[in-house]
Antibody, heavy 118, light 112 residues
C-alpha cells in the first residue's frame, strides 16, 4: 500500500534552517507530485508547495517564496522540504502528501513537528 | 488567495443524528477544465488529515456512504447521514482550483 514516512521531530533556533524528508513507497514515485502542507498551532492548514517527482519542476506558495526549497531524490523515492530563516511562527507540523483528483489518490505522511525556540 | 469560510466552527451532534457543514469560497472554484476542485478532509485527534470527498461530491476509497458532498460555484456542503462515534474530529474544506490551494478554518465535530 502507498505509504509516506517522514523524518523525526526537530528543534531549531530562530534564523536557522530545517530540512524534512519524506520517503514514499507502494507506487511509482516519479508518477505523482509530492506536496508539502503545514499545520501551525491554532492556524489553518497551509499549502507550501509541490514538486513534480518526475521532472523536478517545483511550485511554491508566494507566502514561502524565497524561504522554501523542495527537492527529490528519485533513486531513494524521497522528497525533501527545506525551510530557511526560521521564526517562531514556523513552529508547526509539516506533512508531505500525494494527491490527485481521483479516488484513493490522497496519501499523507505522519507529520514532522518542527519547533522553533531560542 | 482564495479564502475558505466554514460554518459552524463547532458542531455537537447526538449519535445517529445527521450533521451538516457549510463551506464558502471567496471566488468561484470552477476551473478552466470545467471541474470544481473542492475537497473535504477529516482529521481525527492525533492523526494526519484524510480526504473524504474530492471534486465536490466524489467519495474517496473506503469512505462510508453516510458521507456526502454537494454544492457548486462558491457554496458547498458536507453532510453526514447518521453520525457515529468514529466521526469525531475536525473537518476541513479545501480548494484545489486556485494556487495556492487553501483550507477552511475547520469544524470540530463532537458527540453530545
Amino acid at each position: 500500500q502507498v505509504q509516506f514516512v517522514q523524518s523525526g521531530a526537530e528543534v531549531k533556533k530562530p534564523g536557522a534552517s530545517v530540512k524534512v524528508s519524506c520517503k514514499a513507497s507502494g507506487y511509482t514515485f516519479t508518477s505523482y507530485a509530492v506536496h508539502w502542507v503545514r499545520q501551525a498551532p491554532g492556524q489553518r492548514l497551509e499549502w507550501m508547495g509541490w514538486i513534480n517527482a518526475g521532472n523536478g519542476d517545483t511550485k511554491y506558495s508566494q507566502r514561502f517564496q524565497g524561504r522554501v526549497t523542495i527537492t527529490r531524490d528519485t533513486s531513494a523515492s524521497t522528497a525533501y522540504m527545506e525551510l530557511s530563516s526560521l521564526t517562531s511562527e514556523d513552529t508547526a507540523v509539516y506533512y508531505c502528501t500525494r494527491t490527485a483528483a481521483a479516488a484513493g489518490v490522497n496519501n499523507w505522511g505522519q507529520g514532522t513537528l518542527v519547533t522553533i525556540s531560542s | 488567495d482564495v479564502v475558505m469560510t466554514q460554518s459552524p466552527l463547532s458542531l455537537p451532534v447526538t449519535l445517529g443524528q445527521p450533521a451538516s457543514i457549510s463551506c464558502r469560497s471567496s471566488q468561484s472554484l470552477v476551473y478552466s477544465d470545467g471541474n470544481t476542485y473542492l475537497n473535504w478532509f477529516q482529521q481525527r485527534p492525533g492523526q494526519s488529515p484524510r480526504r473524504l470527498i474530492y471534486k465536490v461530491s466524489n467519495r474517496d476509497s473506503g469512505v462510508p456512504d453516510r458521507f456526502s458532498g454537494s454544492g457548486s460555484g462558491t457554496d458547498f456542503t458536507l453532510k453526514i447521514n447518521r453520525v457515529e462515534a468514529e466521526d469525531v474530529g475536525v473537518y476541513f474544506c479545501m480548494q484545489g482550483t486556485h494556487w495556492p490551494y487553501t483550507f477552511g478554518q475547520g469544524t470540530k465535530l463532537e458527540i453530545k
